[in-house]
């Protein structure tokens, strides 16, 4: 594992020892807090490659401490998996205004998917960041990954070196999802930034025109992930 520390901010002592055990053993190393504040500050800490973040503790809300690190500029790239009680909460967690990567419920947590969870998280993100390189040598509107072209002043995309035709919604709606790589988004919230719709109406419109949207992509589809009750997320990891 060549990966810095995953922080851990988790109030209840058990459950914050049992996870740190298991990372450990996965040859993880780890730092914890119990409190928002401590969990903030350690936050900086050089090198800490993701956070396990519980969604009520004592001082601040999970949701808030979440905020701030995306607000704080040494922090907002920080991979973030958020610890949530119960499932119902989940909307919340994930939801684009929070962005969160990921979520396990603590209530049936396992920890081998724990730990399958943090891998994928990491995995993904060193994978964007890759992305991200390779972008940065090639001029800012062009958007490359596997047989997937996208140039976005031209409105143009390729699979496999053949020219696929998108309508404005779809070729709008991949790269709104492209744009945020790695997390996941909410229909509302696509609704609202591709439809520029009210995030509580028609949410099954999103559904249909991403099903278009992976038909006409056809070996690219894999690239958009569903994630089950929550919404879509662009996975450049996805495809091989
Ligand atoms: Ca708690």
Redesign the pocket.
């Known amino acids: 594992m060549t990966s810095g520390p995953i922080l851990i901010i988790?109030?209840?002592r058990d459950l914050r020892d049992l996870v740190e055990q298991q990372l450990r053993r996965e040859g993880f190393e780890t730092l914890s807090a119990a409190t928002a504040e401590e969990g903030l500050r350690l936050a900086h800490t050089p090198r800490v490659s993701l956070v396990l973040l519980?969604l009520?503790?004592p001082d601040l809300s999970g949701i808030e401490v979440c905020r701030r690190l995306r607000a704080d500029a040494a922090t907002k790239a920080l991979p973030i998996i958020m610890l949530t009680a119960r499932s119902e909460e989940i909307d919340r967690v994930v939801g684009f205004e929070v962005g969160a990567d990921d979520y396990v419920v603590k209530s049936n947590l396992s920890m081998r998917e724990l730990t399958l969870r943090v891998r994928a998280v990491l995995r993904r993100r060193a994978s964007d960041a890759g992305a991200a390189d390779a972008g940065s040598q090639r001029p800012a509107n062009r958007f490359e990954v596997g047989g997937l072209v996208v140039n976005s002043d031209e409105h143009r995309v390729w699979v496999a070196g053949e020219e696929v035709v998108l309508t404005a919604t779809e070729f709008k709606l991949l790269t709104a999802l492209i744009d945020r790589a790695g997390r996941v988004q909410t229909r509302g919230s696509l609704l609202e930034g591709v439809w520029e719709m009210a995030p509580d109406l028609n949410t099954r419109t999103v559904d249909t025109h991403v099903k278009r949207l992976r038909e006409k992509l056809g070996a690219a589809a894999d690239y958009i992930e569903t994630v089950r009750g929550v919404g879509y997320r662009f996975n450049a990891a996805k495809v091989k």
């Open positions: 988790e109030d209840e519980d009520m503790l």
